[in-house]
């Protein structure tokens, strides 16, 4: 009898272990991993806000900027629902990942290089990033 306890509460601490890893570990380590990429992105198209050829047509950098920013915000955004209800209510405290979605599908859009850096500041402030640049 007391080797099928032990078995059997090896099985259910495994479940659970699992269950946590799953639904609380993964969307955990995957916002931060976007959160993160993000910052990484402010910083490498930090030169590319709004640049345009000789013939009016934007820049590839200027593109790659506007692609990487609305790919982050859809990250953000889908990420959000897959967080534990308690990250999320902790994450109000200090962070915003919608309205830092929705900052940063507008700066995708902006063409206004002092409303992108306001956009950009918006960003870093609802996803608390501490960057010495942008």
């Not at 990429?37 to 200027?62: K, M, P």
């Not at 506007?66 to 955004?77: I, Q």
């Not at 409303?115 to 950009?120: H, L």
């Amino acid at each position: 009898m007391d080797q099928f306890l032990i078995t059997l509460l090896s099985v259910i601490a495994g479940a659970i272990g699992y269950l946590i890893v799953t639904f609380w570990v993964r969307p955990i380590l995957r916002y931060r991993d976007i959160k993160y990429q993000v910052a990484s992105d402010l910083v490498f198209y930090a030169n590319a806000i709004e640049l345009t050829r000789g013939d009016g047509s934007l820049r590839e950098d200027t593109l790659a900027r506007r692609e990487a920013n609305r790919s982050h915000a859809a990250d953000l955004a889908a990420i959000n629902g897959y967080l534990p209800f308690w990250y999320r209510w902790w994450l109000r405290k200090n962070e915003d990942p919608e309205i830092a979605s929705s900052q940063l599908m507008d700066l995708s859009n902006e063409s206004n290089p002092e409303e992108a850096k306001e956009r950009i500041k918006n960003v870093k402030k609802y996803l608390r990033i501490h960057l010495k640049r942008p």
